[in-house]
């Protein structure tokens, strides 16, 4: 177990063609998810819902957002990592991790 969470596991680290434009996939999906959320749910007059108020979106809804999206992109690069160190292979993937888009919008 320790040959899997030492530091000897992120030298197996190596970006790959297409991971930078994965990335702004992924980031640009979120953003737009996250503003056509944050505008659906507010108190705009003609536009919002009026679901939630401004304070609990920008207080707690979008910081808590943020945190699960770092710790989740983290935890599925570690486990990522762990895998190809297992293994030794050099061509395991971590699982993007962000906001499920059709998920959001049934809410």
């Not at 790959?16 to 996939?25: E, L, N, P, T, V």
Request: hydrophobic share 45%; glycine share 14%; with cysteine.
């Amino acid at each position: 177990a320790a040959a899997l969470c030492g530091p000897g596991v992120w030298r197996n680290l190596q970006f790959a063609r297409g991971d930078i434009s994965g990335f702004f996939q992924l980031a640009g999906d979120n953003i737009a998810t996250i503003l056509t959320l944050t505008n659906l749910l507010s108190y705009k007059p003609g536009v919002g819902l009026g679901i939630m108020s401004d304070e609990h979106i920008y207080g707690s809804v979008l910081p808590g957002l943020g945190i699960s999206m770092v710790f989740g992109n983290l935890w599925y690069t570690w486990l990522a990592v762990r895998l190809a160190a297992k293994e030794g292979r050099d061509d395991v993937v971590a699982q993007p991790y962000g906001i499920n888009t059709p998920g959001s919008y049934a809410l």
